[in-house]
T-cell receptor, first 115, second 114 residues
């Protein structure tokens, strides 16, 4: 069965600094998709970034980038120039690639940003 | 930017009562989902819906749960006889291409069963 593990329940970063959130997953599939979602206090789930497993190039979205290590089954999120608005729960999620496949979420990492 | 709309934002119901949670997915999306998040826990998949039928469901989605797309715009989740453990945040999501590109989630309905 596929699983997603986020080993850091909480992280803290100083404003303008860089922070990396960890995620590992377990799968026997070769083609799949990985995501990071942000959940601010409003509780809405917001897609931050997406990675296709067959692409070796790491995805980047403005200040957000990933370090995708397929062999190690690792998918970390790096937030550069952290802003107060980045404070939220961050969930790593896996989809095995089926068009109707569901997302499997990790337990989340609560990120605090200190001014 | 198009949004997935969920109503109500918060519902309180008595144990044993039926509840219907409503969602309006993005209009050109074809795949629809319900997820739930018990407070402080991970987000869990309930059901996916495509072409007017359930395509996949989890163990959580037992006979107490049902989904419907009654009029081509709304997508509803019904819980027939609520239990205390059904208290959670329920998220509706929709997608154009299914799981490939991630989903757009709604803001959620907080269900409290008393």
């Amino acid at each position: 069965a596929q699983t997603v593990t986020q080993s850091q329940p909480e992280m803290s970063v100083q404003e303008a600094e860089t922070v990396t959130l960890s995620c590992t997953y377990d799968t026997s599939e070769s083609d799949y998709y990985l995501f990071w979602y942000k959940q601010p206090p409003s509780r809405q789930m917001i897609l931050v970034i997406r990675q296709e497993a067959y692409k070796q190039q790491n995805a980047t979205e403005n200040r957000f980038s990933v370090n995708f290590q397929k062999a190690a089954k690792s998918f970390s999120l790096k937030i550069s120039d952290s802003q107060l608005g980045d404070a939220a729960m961050y969930f790593c999620a896996y989809n095995y690639g089926g068009s109707q496949g569901n997302l499997i979420f990790g337990k989340g990492t609560k990120l605090s940003v200190k001014p | 930017e198009p949004e997935v709309t969920q109503t109500p934002s918060h519902q309180v119901t008595q144990m044993g009562q039926e509840v219907i949670l409503r969602c309006v997915p993005i209009s050109n999306h074809l795949y629809f989902y319900w997820y739930r998040q018990i407070l402080g826990q991970k987000v869990e998949f309930l059901v996916s819906f495509y072409n007017n039928e359930i395509s996949e469901k989890s163990e959580i989605f037992d006979d107490q749960f049902s989904v419907e797309r009654p009029d081509g715009s709304n997508f509803t989740l019904k819980i027939r006889s609520t239990k205390l453990e059904d208290s959670a945040m329920y998220f509706c999501a929709s997608s154009v291409w299914g799981g490939y590109y991630g989903y757009t989630f709604g803001s959620g309905t907080r269900l409290t069963v008393v």
